[in-house]
């Protein structure tokens, strides 16, 4: 079974900056839009950002000017670069990506398995 496999969390000072990576755990036909979400204790679920294959991305407005996601289609890997980073940041960031694991297969929606993101002094 594929999964999305997520690195790079960690603990971080405020002003700080941490790059998440993510990519499936195996190969497959093909990835549409890939993105991060997170959610901090006691919230709900939110987007950080996406982007598609093509390159176009969106940001939570929380986050525009400090954020960056890029992607690497070739290794089908998606980036999260974060810089300047504030206590309200942190949450567990997870991985999102619409994928075709065969090329009969539908496309279907993936999450990883979360990685931890604390932002603290």
């Known amino acids: 079974q594929v999964q999305l496999v997520e690195s790079g969390g960690g603990l971080v000072q405020p002003g700080g900056s941490l790059r998440l990576s993510c990519a499936p755990s195996?190969?497959?036909?093909?990835?549409?839009?890939m993105g991060w979400y997170r959610q901090a204790p006691g919230k709900q679920r939110e987007l950080v950002a996406t982007?598609?294959?093509?390159?176009?991305?969106t940001y939570a407005d929380s986050v525009k000017g400090r954020f960056t996601i890029s992607r690497d289609n070739a290794k089908n890997t998606v980036y999260l670069q974060m810089n300047s980073l504030k206590p309200e940041d942190t949450a567990v960031y997870y991985c999102?990506?619409?994928?075709?694991?065969?090329?009969?297969?539908?496309?279907?929606?993936?999450w990883g398995q979360g990685t931890q993101v604390t932002v603290s002094s």
């Open positions: 999102n990506a619409a994928m075709k694991i065969r090329i009969s297969d539908r496309r279907s929606d993936y």
């Open positions: 195996k190969s497959i036909f093909s990835i549409t839009i």
């Open positions: 982007i598609t294959n093509g390159g176009s991305s």
